[in-house]
């Protein structure tokens, strides 16, 4: 009994010095779309993220939502198509990206944290000129590439204090606007990177329906720095959906942002196990690997420090 308490000691004091040295940053979570299907997983990711807010780590949420947009084009009777990675949007699909990314979708995870106990607010890239856009490629239609980020409104939520003495979780749904005014389907990864370095952030997390970042053995990689990650995309043992992701990464990683993490949102408790115990779970990503090269260094030993 005593070397077991000693044990269970050991990792609250742990996880204490997890809190001590992430209370007052802040940290950009990216919510992937299929994650949002499953409403009892919004619920536990919320409680998740309403503790993480209470013990003082401020919170930018940025979300997709890929599947209910494919969910209402199919009920309007539209088809679609994806040209690497990027669905094509004409101006009457754009109407229902933008209905359903800062109507039905936003609203639904902002819905939850307030009831969560924390406050949040749902805007969208084109509030107060957050995302500011051209078009990516004619062949894309209404695709937008992200030009200039204003990060004012966000930083404005972020600092202004509620009722409870904390500033809100700014929830941002992925539509960019035009000089002409017009809307632009924004990619949900690289309006979260792209926030992330206007703000200044230092560790975005990615949640997403895979474990993580796989190697050629098909293995989690546990860490990677910029340059393995790169040599993952040459050597094709990146591929698909996690692709276009890691070459958002990349980005970030050469633009300031020191850790990017991949987790799977459908693992229990995944954002407290990874921000606040030495397990750590997922992959991690960095500019350059604090593991020595041959060491026997976990990624517990340096995944959150």
Not at 93 to 112: A, H, P, Q
């Amino acid at each position: 009994m005593p070397a077991t308490s000693g044990i269970a000691a050991q990792s609250v004091l742990d996880t204490l010095s997890y809190v001590k040295r992430f209370a007052g940053e802040t940290v950009l979570i990216k919510l992937g779309g299929a994650a949002l299907q499953d409403s009892e997983l919004v619920k536990s990711l919320c409680d998740d993220l309403a503790l993480i807010r209470n013990v003082g780590v401020r919170v930018v949420i940025v979300h997709g939502g890929g599947p209910s947009i494919n969910q209402e084009l199919t009920t309007h009777g539209i088809t679609w198509e994806f040209v690497g990675g990027q669905r094509i949007t004409t101006p009457d699909m754009m109407d229902i990206v933008e209905m359903v990314l800062c109507g039905s979708v936003n609203r639904k995870i902002v819905r939850t944290l307030n009831h969560a106990g924390v406050k949040a607010v749902g805007i969208s890239g084109s509030d107060a000129g957050t995302l500011q856009c051209s078009q990516a490629d004619e062949k894309l239609g209404q695709v937008g590439q992200i030009e200039k980020v204003d990060a004012t409104l966000i930083r404005t939520m972020l600092d202004t204090q509620n009722d409870a003495g904390f500033g809100y979780i700014p929830v941002i749904a992925p539509v960019g606007f035009g000089k002409k005014g017009e809307a632009f389907n924004v990619n949900a990864d690289w309006a979260a990177i792209r926030i992330a370095e206007a703000l200044g952030l230092k560790k975005i997390i990615y949640l997403t329906d895979q474990d993580g970042i796989l190697d050629a053995e098909g293995k989690v990689a546990s860490e990677l720095d910029a340059g393995e990650l790169e040599q993952f995309i040459e050597q094709g043992v990146v591929k698909g959906g996690m692709l276009a992701k890691a070459n958002t990464m990349l980005h970030g990683l050469a633009n300031g942002i020191n850790d990017i993490h991949i987790l799977n949102a459908r693992r229990s408790h995944c954002l407290i196990e990874e921000l606040f115990t030495s397990a750590g779970v997922g992959t991690i990503c960095r500019k350059r690997s604090r593991m020595s090269r041959g060491s026997s260094a976990s990624k517990g030993d340096s995944a959150h420090v």
